[in-house]
């Protein structure tokens, strides 16, 4: 098959927060199947030490809840890994496939001719199957089922403060490499996950040096269009009576890297009937971090699709298959995101 991908993103490095994507079986399996095995064995090989603990604690870091995480070998089983790596990793040998900086406006039914996209720069292009894999605001999803709803179920501040020895040696082990809480009793909360690599990216791999990724939620409605370093002083202020090492993350947090995210989660989709125009990931079943599961969902997307297109039926026939699949488990998924006790961008 000839594929073609668009991304309105000028290049891969265009986004330098670093956060990482937590991989379960499901999706680390799906990216085996999507990927050449040395890519998947390079993903592993640059993969974040996992969580060997889960500790809730009061904002004097006073444990409430904690349990041991049973250890997994990264690989099948699931890993984290750096979303700049990951996306590196799936950009290698495909460099001549994507096309940065084309921005999809709108397509256009060309009957048994396919679908024509039209880009913001005014160019198009031709094709028997368009995939809208553009994320939660996906405009494919706009003109394919417009009226597709997205709640908004709240939100969150991401900060990420860089994890050099002098802060590792300062903080205590429960805010370290554990999957964390830190809940105060009007409801604010941080977590903090430990992002660190068994070892050096490779060349050419970005290198991403360690660093603590924190989420704060507080009460209230979120800061209107507020600047990262508005939103690093909220985080400031939440925190100014909280145990001296949560302040000390938060103080030293890289600044500019703050940023405010709006917990979505979409509502069921009814099946359309566009003959060459699908959709993939967030841009049909976005849903809230909370359970970890978006990119997860995204990856078997992929891996249905694909293993469903060359079955030399027609292109009609397998996208029809793969809808009636994705449809299925992704809001599956998006329900048990909205029910998870532990998501941790609850709206309060
Ligand atoms: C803070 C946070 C933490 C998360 N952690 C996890 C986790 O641990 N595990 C997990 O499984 N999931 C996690 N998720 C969810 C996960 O990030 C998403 O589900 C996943 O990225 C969805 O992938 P996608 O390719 O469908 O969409 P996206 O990653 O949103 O990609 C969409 C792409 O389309 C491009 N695009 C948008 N509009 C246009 C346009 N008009 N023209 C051209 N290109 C366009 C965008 O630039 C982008 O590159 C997390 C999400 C967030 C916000």
Same mark, same amino acid.
């Given at each position: 098959m000839s594929v073609a991908v668009y991304e309105r993103d000028t290049s891969s490095a265009i986004r330098t927060q670093g956060y990482r994507i937590s991989?379960?079986?499901?999706? %680390?399996?799906?990216?085996?199947?999507?990927?050449?095995?040395?890519?998947?064995?390079?993903?592993? %090989?640059?993969?974040? =030490?996992?969580?060997?603990?889960?500790?809730?604690?009061?904002?004097?870091? =006073?444990?409430?809840?904690?349990k041991p995480i049973p250890p997994i070998e990264p690989g099948l089983a699931g890993f984290g890994v750096n979303r700049l790596t990951l996306r590196e990793i799936l950009l290698t040998g495909v460099e001549d496939i994507v096309h940065f900086g084309k921005t999809f406006d709108h397509y256009e039914e060309l009957g048994?001719?396919?679908? =024509?996209?039209?880009?913001?720069?005014?160019?198009?292009?031709?094709g028997t199957l368009l995939v809208g894999a553009d994320g939660t605001h996906s405009p494919v999803r706009r003109q394919l089922v417009p009226d597709a709803?997205?709640?908004?179920?709240?939100?969150?501040?991401?900060?990420?403060?860089?994890?050099?020895?002098?802060?590792?040696?300062?903080?205590p082990d429960e805010l370290i490499d554990t999957f964390n809480r830190v809940i105060a009793a009007d409801g604010a909360?941080?977590?903090?996950?430990?992002? =660190?690599?068994?070892?050096?990216?490779?060349?050419?791999?970005?290198?991403?040096?360690?660093?603590?990724?924190?989420?704060?939620?507080?009460?209230?409605?979120?800061?209107g269009g507020p600047s990262p370093h508005e939103l690093h002083e909220l985080a400031t202020a939440t925190v100014v009576d909280w145990a001296p090492a949560v302040r000390?993350?938060?103080?030293?947090a890289d600044v500019p890297a703050t940023f405010l995210l709006a917990i979505t989660s979409a509502q069921p989709v009814t099946p359309w009937q566009a003959p060459a125009v699908t959709l993939l990931g967030d841009a049909v079943h976005t849903m809230s971090p909370g359970r970890?599961?978006?990119?997860?969902?995204?990856?078997r997307d992929a891996q249905v699709l694909a293993d469903l297109l060359p079955l030399g039926r027609s292109s009609a026939a397998a996208k029809a298959e793969y809808e009636r699949q994705m449809l299925h488990y992704g809001f599956a998924a998006v329900a048990a995101s909205r029910e998870h006790p532990f998501a941790p961008f609850r709206p309060r």
């Open positions: 991989l379960k079986d499901n999706g %680390a399996k799906a990216l085996h199947a999507c990927l050449p095995t040395h890519l998947f064995d390079l993903a592993v %090989a640059t993969s974040i =030490r996992s969580a060997t603990r889960m500790v809730f604690m009061d904002t004097q870091l =006073r444990p409430k809840f904690a048994d001719e396919g679908v =024509r996209a039209h880009f913001a720069d005014g160019s198009s292009v031709e709803a997205v709640d908004n179920l709240g939100w969150a501040v991401y900060g990420k403060t860089p994890l050099t020895d002098d802060l590792l040696a300062a903080t909360a941080i977590s903090i996950a430990t992002c =660190r690599t068994a070892s050096p990216a490779p060349e050419p791999l970005t290198d991403i040096p360690g660093y603590l990724s924190w989420t704060m939620s507080a009460a209230g409605p979120p800061p000390r993350i938060v103080a030293e970890g599961d978006g990119a997860n969902i995204a990856l």
